[in-house]
T-cell receptor, first 115, second 114 residues
Framework: DAGVIQSPRHEVTEMGQEVTLRCKPI?????LFWYRQTMMRGLELLIY????????DSGMPEDRFSAKMPNASFSTLKIQPSEPRDSAVYFC?????????????FGSGTRLTVV | QKEVEQNSGPLSVPEGAIASLNCTYS??????FFWYRQYSGKSPELIMS????GDKEDGRFTAQLNKASQYVSLLIRDSQPSDSATYLC??????????????FGTGTQLKVEL
């Protein structure tokens, strides 16, 4: 199993530009989560999906952020327009309902820098 | 009050000693807890989970849960320099989250010194 795959690994963009982060969950996992990690705030849940349906997006900071999951094997997190305060590491994670003891499996993350 | 609280550290222990990492949580409805290890520049990696009061052992790691005190801990025996990392505590069923949503603490940095 290739694990959770995220791309790109690093992204540097200018303020005001659109940024799209991508995630491929583990095959068969029915939950997908997007987290953001900063030194100040730690890991924050942005949004999560169950069977491709968004369940809780209360962590999405504002309307500049949007996430989609068009099918079971792909999800995107988009920021438009990007701002310097969006600079962080963005993690995607997936899990399987009922396997409560396994927690989540995280991808390698995307380090976003907005200048 | 944060939902899951951890001391940020750093916690320094000599090689071979027992490292004790602690976590408190605010939601009495929380059902299960997880410890993740995160090396600098890497993603979190699950090392232990615990659901029931008491101790759960896995190799050099022991997780402890006390639901009455809303307290979770992780003990690392015979600490090695390779254990130096940030340890994240997470709970499921935190406040209105429920379901499959994990809430993370901000992590404790552990340094194992030679």
């Amino acid at each position: 199993d290739a694990g959770v795959i995220q791309s790109p690994r690093h992204e540097v963009t200018e303020m005001g530009q659109e940024v799209t982060l991508r995630c491929k969950p583990i095959s068969g996992h029915d939950y997908l989560f997007w987290y953001r990690q900063t030194m100040m705030r730690g890991l924050e849940l942005l949004i999560y999906f169950n069977n491709n349906v968004p369940i809780d997006d209360s962590g999405m900071p504002e309307d500049r952020f949007s996430a989609k999951m068009p099918n079971a094997s792909f999800s995107t997190l988009k920021i438009q327009p990007s701002e310097p305060r969006d600079s962080a590491v963005y993690f995607c994670a997936s899990s399987l309902a009922g396997q409560g003891s396994y927690g989540y499996t995280f991808g390698s993350g995307t380090r976003l820098t907005v200048v | 009050q944060k939902e899951v609280e951890q001391n940020s550290g750093p916690l320094s222990v000599p090689e071979g000693a027992i490292a004790s990492l602690n976590c408190t949580y605010s939601d009495r409805g929380s059902q299960s807890f997880f410890w993740y290890r995160q090396y600098s520049g890497k993603s979190p990696e699950l090392i232990m989970s615990i659901y029931s009061n008491g101790d759960k052992e896995d190799g050099r790691f022991t997780a402890q849960l006390n639901k009455a005190s809303q307290y979770v801990s992780l003990l690392i025996r015979d600490s090695q320099p390779s254990d130096s990392a940030t340890y994240l505590c997470a709970g499921r069923g935190i406040l209105t989250g429920g379901g499959n949503k994990l809430t993370f603490g901000t992590g404790t940095q552990l340094k194992v010194e030679l």
